[in-house]
């Protein structure tokens, strides 16, 4: 799902500026889920992430997928983004699986979009502290729940944020949200065993949580939660 919103949103990005190809950041990319794929779309994409042995592997998707020279990688995080990546230098940026991790997430936000062109997108994939409770609770772990429903959170753990949470940071970085979808809205609370048994399960499955990812009914107990939003 995110996949999809975020392909869409880069067709319409290359689109409205008259170029087929973009300047897009993959920060936190890691060993390029994201950044293959959006290469392969015939994009320019700079990786930043801390781990050497996820940039190698990188590099070694880029060289099986045939789009090594579309793909530049970089050791360093978004403390270091600046010295790394020239302001207003990049059509969209992907900040997936970031904000959990770092020291100040409204920082690094507004660290991110500082590289942004004028009218350039964020896709922002956080995990969502609602979605969090209820998994704990249907395993029997309610004191957990209640931790997590506090916003309490174990040392070194990652944090979790809920929608306002997220639309508050994107205010405070300049942003202007476009969309937001629930993601792992269901597939989380699905005995595993159901879905690889049963015929058909799978598809319905992905089919349903695509259906229900935009409804701001469902993203209360989505595990994670994806914002798509443009340098306003």
Known sequence: MVWEVLRAALDRQAEALGREVL???DTGGGTGNFAVPVASLGHRV???DPSPDALFALERRAAEAGVTGQVRAIQGDTDTLAQQVPAGSVDAVLCHGVLEYVDDP???LRELT???RPGGLVSLLAANRNGAVLARALS???AEARAALSGVQKADAPRRFTGAELQDLADGAGLRVLSVHGVRIFADLVPGVLVDTEPGAL???L???QAASADPSFHAVATQLHVLAELS
């Open 207 to 209: 089919a349903l949580e």
């Open 106 to 108: 409204a920082e690094s």
């Open 114 to 116: 500082a590289v942004l």
């Open 46 to 48: 700079t990786v930043v």
């Open 23 to 25: 300047d897009v950041l």
């Open 140 to 142: 029997g772990h309610f």
């Open 203 to 205: 598809e319905s499955l």
